[in-house]
């Protein structure tokens, strides 16, 4: 999801393999993903947009009991986003 202009953000500078690269969330993703992602489990201690996307679809499912297909990402996030309180 793109971040809109004048919308709070994280920023981390990255380096994986010897290449680098900058990170930006929406603040609030980062707190989803803080409460949903155990990050000890994730490939070299870090998760990609994979990892929070399907964090994100499993945690819809089971607040909502519905199968996510058809719904976009920023559907599940409020529907997330609420119930975590982030």
């Known amino acids: ?19 680098t690269f900058t990170w930006k969330m929406h603040t609030h993703c980062d707190q989803i993903a803080q409460k949903l992602i ?17 964090s994100v679809v499993y945690k819809y499912e089971e607040i ?3 199968v996510s297909n058809g719904k976009s990402l920023a559907e599940m996030l409020d ?8």
Not at 5 to 19: H, P
Not at 79 to 86: F, H, I, T
Request: aromatic letters at 14%; charged letters at 30%; one cysteine or more.
């Open 38 to 54: 155990d990050f000890k489990e994730c490939d070299n201690g870090g998760a990609s947009s994979d990892d929070f996307y399907w």
């Open 64 to 66: 909502t009991g519905l």
């Open 79 to 86: 529907v997330v986003r609420k119930e975590l309180g982030a």
């Open 1 to 19: 999801m793109p971040i809109e202009i004048g919308t709070e953000y994280t920023r981390q500078y990255n380096e994986f393999d010897g290449d």
